[in-house]
């Protein structure tokens, strides 16, 4: 038990997201997060950010994208038994997909517009 650490950390977050519909087919959206970092030795503010686009060209078909890692993190570390908090750079990722929104085994579409067309 000679080794034993004890650790304190506290980390309130909040999340605020927005989107828009910029046209029928194409929409933007907005998350920001800011979070406070504390320990028994410091505390501190980060602010972080993700930004998405969302494209529906047709009923059975739409593209998404979003870029997350803007701004900064908080990173907890424990140095010769000493807890502090620490500004982290977040790691940035682009992510990119496509659903397909049909059955493949029985041919037929599964859109309501798909049926609209058709009467």
């Known amino acids: 038990m000679e080794n034993l650490v004890t650790a304190f950390f506290f980390l309130p977050s909040i999340d605020l ?10 929409s933007l959206g907005l998350r920001l997060n800011l979070r406070y970092g504390s320990s028994t030795q410091s505390g501190l503010w980060a602010t972080s950010g993700v930004l998405g686009g969302f494209y529906s ?3 059975g078909i739409s593209y998404g994208i979003v870029f997350d890692g803007i701004g900064l993190g908080v990173l907890y570390k424990n140095i010769d038994y000493k807890n502090s908090v620490k500004y982290e750079r977040l790691k940035q990722n682009l992510r990119i997909g496509l659903l397909s929104n049909f059955l493949l085994c029985t041919g037929r579409h599964t859109s309501p517009y798909h049926w609209k067309a058709r009467r």
């Open 17 to 26: 997201g927005y989107s828009i519909k910029l046209h029928e087919t194409f």
């Open 57 to 59: 060209p047709s009923p």
